[in-house]
């Protein structure tokens, strides 16, 4: 199935991005939408950040290094499990937390990131 992308232009003109979330954990889950503005080479990180920051302050995701470099950002987007830190967004996307039995919130998942490749 091709993937449906969509550009929204707000009421200033700009672009942006809807970008769907999967809140809660292991147990009890939901999608929440957002509708985050663009910016040239803006992270999927960064987009959360964004939201946190701007849309909705209990979002829970982790990030530290922004290198690529620590896997604390890792999460799956449109089912692929990416480097939060060093994947831009260039369409809508439904982000989801990389490992679906170990969520402890949103997108914090307890499990060490060394297995993440088992679920590829
Ligand atoms: S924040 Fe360290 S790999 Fe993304």
Known sequence: MEK???LVLNKSNSVSYKVRIRRGNSET???D??????E???SILGVLQYIYENLDASLAFSGSCRLG???SCLVRVNGKVVHACTTLIKSDIVVEPYKQSCVARDLIVTQNTDTYRDEK
Not at 33 to 38: A, G, H, I, T
């Open 29 to 31: 889950s939901w999608y």
């Open 69 to 71: 470099l620590c896997s």
């Open 4 to 6: 449906k992308e969509t």
């Open 33 to 38: 939408d957002f509708e985050v503005p663009s």
């Open 40 to 42: 040239a080479g803006q």
